[in-house]
C-alpha cells in the first residue's frame, strides 16, 4: 500500500512559478512510473506529466516546455516545476502512479492562476 501526500500549491500570478511536491509512503515507490494529474472545475482529471523509473519523462503538449517532472527515489518524493503559468492552470493538482490506482488519490493541491 501506497499513502500519496501533495504540496506546494498556492494562488500565483499568471506568468508566476510553483514547485509541487509529493511524498509517497511505501517501500517501492522507486519502481513505480508516477504521473502528475490536473482536475480543473467542470472538467476531467488529466494526466500533465510522467517519469518513469530510470527518470524518462512524458508531458502534456499543454504544459509541454513549461513544466518539468522529476523524483527524487532516496526520497520517495515526485516534484513538478512549474513555470510560465497560465489561467487555465488552475485546477487540483494530484499524484499518482501510471497508470493510476484509485486508492492511491490523495487530496491533491490547489493551485490557482489569476491577477
Known amino acids: 500500500q501506497v499513502q500519496l501526500v501533495e504540496s506546494g500549491g498556492g494562488l500565483v500570478q499568471p506568468g508566476g512559478s510553483l514547485r509541487l511536491s509529493c511524498a509517497a509512503f511505501g517501500n517501492i515507490f522507486r519502481l513505480y512510473t508516477m504521473g502528475w494529474y490536473r482536475q480543473a472545475p467542470g472538467k476531467q482529471r488529466e494526466r500533465v506529466a510522467g517519469i518513469t523509473s530510470g527518470g524518462n519523462t512524458t508531458y502534456a503538449d499543454s504544459v509541454k516546455g513549461r513544466f518539468t517532472i522529476s523524483r527524487d527515489n532516496a526520497k520517495n518524493t515526485v516534484y513538478l516545476q512549474m513555470n510560465s503559468l497560465k489561467p487555465e492552470g488552475t485546477a487540483v493538482y494530484y499524484c499518482?502512479?501510471?497508470?493510476?490506482?484509485?486508492?492511491?488519490w490523495g487530496q491533491g493541491t490547489q493551485v490557482t492562476v489569476s491577477s
Open positions: 499518482n502512479k501510471v497508470p493510476v490506482m484509485v486508492n492511491y
